[in-house]
């Protein structure tokens, strides 16, 4: 069992920008994605980014060119950097970890992340 622990959630003036930091308690095997996932009061959970352990980035529309996901996989880690924060950005952000092969999907509990003046 992979627990994951996110970190670098807070509160952020319009603009400004904030790192989020997870953690996998152990090496992540075969072939996989990392990915951030938020969900706003009242809404569904949804996508942010995401990075296979071999290919090309995936970001949602309303946040490319300002979120840059990455991942060190000698730390077992994964990094969303947030850029030109809007209000809208507000939720809960969630790491995941989906193992392709058994289709394991893995969760962090979420860390707040608030966008406000």
């Known amino acids: 069992q992979v627990q994951l622990v996110e970190s670098g959630g807070g509160l952020v003036q319009p603009g400004g920008s904030l790192r989020l930091s997870c953690a996998a308690s152990?090496?992540?095997?075969?072939?996989?994605?990392m990915g951030w996932y938020r969900q706003a009061p009242g809404k569904q959970r949804e996508l942010v980014a995401s990075?296979?352990?071999?290919?090309?980035?995936n970001y949602a529309e309303s946040v490319k060119d300002r979120f840059v996901i990455s991942r060190d996989n000698a730390k077992n880690s994964v990094y969303l950097q947030m850029n030109s924060l809007k209000p809208e950005n507000t939720a809960v952000y969630y790491c995941?970890?989906?193992?392709?092969?058994?289709?394991?999907?893995?969760w962090g509990k979420g860390t707040q992340v608030t966008v406000s003046s």
């Open positions: 990075i296979p352990s071999g290919g090309d980035t």
């Open positions: 995941n970890v989906f193992i392709i092969a058994g289709t394991i999907n893995y």
């Open positions: 152990a090496r992540i095997f075969g072939l996989n994605f």
